[in-house]
């Protein structure tokens, strides 16, 4: 953990708002410590795929039973009995308890652990594992079990669903949201995320542009870790409930 004093005169300097506006974006090294793998495991192979070629629309059209086979076997997983949220999800759940809509929860990740540690308020600009897409209306349905290109879409009986994921090549969601809380936010963190993909890794210049301290907690200094105002490196189950006692002690009352 850093020298908390600089953190916090720091962080007073910069407050625009009181209390402070925060933007946290998390990545998959928030889930790794509830046992589900980063991208960067494995070298970033799965089935000796490369994750970026699998999650793409391209390999949809030419392989659905092998892009359906990694979702459905990722969405199995998330809700096995051992995968659960850890200290890291419970604290930035403790930390919307108390800033409400000040505080904005963006996740590249597709699980929904936040949620199960108590976050009620999450942008998923990747999409979600635990929901399925029409292809032709566009219309999501929550889904929790397997589903392949033989299952009837629920709004047109049709062979037209897909995971609610966002590809490689596609646009990310609420991005018109994303920044307008960035272009307003007084501290922007990113938790366990390797800096590798946009416009995500681009976030912490869109604050940094508009006055945000940045802070960036993860396990290895990432790609953009050199962008950031301060770096925490460590575990998120460690470093997040650490981080977040802090900005509730010393904001309390501002
Ligand atoms: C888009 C769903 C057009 C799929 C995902 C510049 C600008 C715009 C686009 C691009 C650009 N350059 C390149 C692009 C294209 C591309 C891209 O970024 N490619 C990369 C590979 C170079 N981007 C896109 O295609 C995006 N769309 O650009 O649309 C557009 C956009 C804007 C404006 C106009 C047009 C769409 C990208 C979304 C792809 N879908 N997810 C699925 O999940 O199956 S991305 C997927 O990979 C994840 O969601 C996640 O975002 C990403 C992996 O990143 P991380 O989360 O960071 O995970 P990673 O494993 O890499 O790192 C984990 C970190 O945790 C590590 O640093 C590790 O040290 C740390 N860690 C591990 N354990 C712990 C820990 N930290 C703390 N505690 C621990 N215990």
């Known amino acids: 953990m850093s020298d908390n004093a600089t953190f916090i005169n720091l962080f007073k300097n910069q407050l625009r708002n009181t209390p402070p506006k925060i933007v946290v974006l998390t990545g998959a090294g928030i ?3 509830s046992g589900i793998k980063t991208f960067r495991d494995n070298d970033g192979l799965w089935e000796n795929h490369r ?5 793409t629309p391209e390999a949809f059209v030419e392989n659905p039973a092998l892009v359906y086979r990694f979702y459905n076997a ?3 997983q998330l809700q096995s009995a051992s995968v659960k949220a ?3 999800h419970k604290a930035l759940a403790k930390l919307e308890k108390a800033f409400q809509d000040n505080l904005l929860l963006v996740t590249q990740n597709v ?3 936040h949620e199960q540690g108590g976050s009620n308020r999450v942008l998923h600009m990747h999409g979600e594992l635990l929901s399925a897409r029409c292809s032709r209306s566009e219309k999501t349905f929550v889904w929790r079990d397997s589903f392949d290109e033989n299952t009837p879409c629920p709004c047109c009986g049709g062979k037209t669903l897909r995971p609610d994921i966002v590809w490689f090549g596609e646009m990310p969601l609420y991005m018109d949201d994303i ?3 960035l272009s307003n936010a007084d501290i922007f963190i990113a938790i366990g995320t390797s800096g590798n993909v946009y416009p995500a890794a681009g976030f912490v210049q869109v604050a940094q542009e508009a006055g945000a301290y940045t802070i960036e907690v993860n396990l290895a200094p990432s790609s953009t870790n050199a962008l950031f ?5 460590g575990l998120a189950s460690a470093e997040v409930p650490a981080l977040v006692e802090i900005i ?3 904001t309390a009352g501002l």
Request: hydrophobic share 30%; charged share 40%; net charge negative.
């Open 248 to 250: 509730i002690n010393r």
């Open 86 to 88: 850890n200290e890291a």
């Open 111 to 113: 699980d929904n652990l």
């Open 74 to 76: 990722r969405r199995e």
């Open 31 to 33: 889930s790794a410590e």
């Open 229 to 233: 105002d301060e770096s925490i490196t």
């Open 51 to 55: 994750v970026e070629e699998v999650a």
């Open 179 to 181: 920044y307008n809380a």
